[in-house]
């Protein structure tokens, strides 16, 4: 599913938010998120009703790697990236080091609109990780001086979020159900 701006990644809201849930877009009984993204971040959210999927896709210590677009307030330098290549200190923990790189993606407008500053420069960087804590690369990019305006999953493992408008899902192909498991069960270690 290409989770919308603004929606909550669960199915109900226990906490009366008042925030759109996944059941608005995604009318499949029985099935769970693998993850969360935050309802401020957009994209890929892979759901299944199959536990053990769940558990090898989530757990960090299986280190699949996530693909993530971060439009951040500044100009990269090279520094900065370094930092992030290297693992960066949030939280007195030491994230695992990050492949970064600068891009130029297009990608749909955003409702509300990311605010703009015509005094600072924004820039796209893809950022693969092979950990996923709470709000990691907001942290990641903030702690290198370039807060994260934008944030969009375009990736888990191979899975990609081509082709889905954000709100829309569809299910997985049987050579990605093919791929998927062969990951799962064959991980590989990209650090």
Known sequence: MNKPYGVVSQFSDRENTGRPTLKSFVPVPDVYPVGRLDHDSEGLLVLTDNGW???????????????????????????????????????RYRTRPAKVREIHPEVPPREPPVRSRKSIPTAWLEIKLTEGRNRQVRRMTAAVGLPTLRLIRVGVGELSLAGLAPGEWRDLTPVEMARLHHELVHPKRPF
């Open 53 to 91: 999927l769940q558990h090898r896709l989530a757990n960090p210590n299986f280190e699949h790697e996530k693909t993530y677009w971060a439009q951040v307030e500044g100009t990269p330098e090279r520094a900065a990236l370094e930092r992030l290549r290297s693992g960066v200190e949030i939280l």
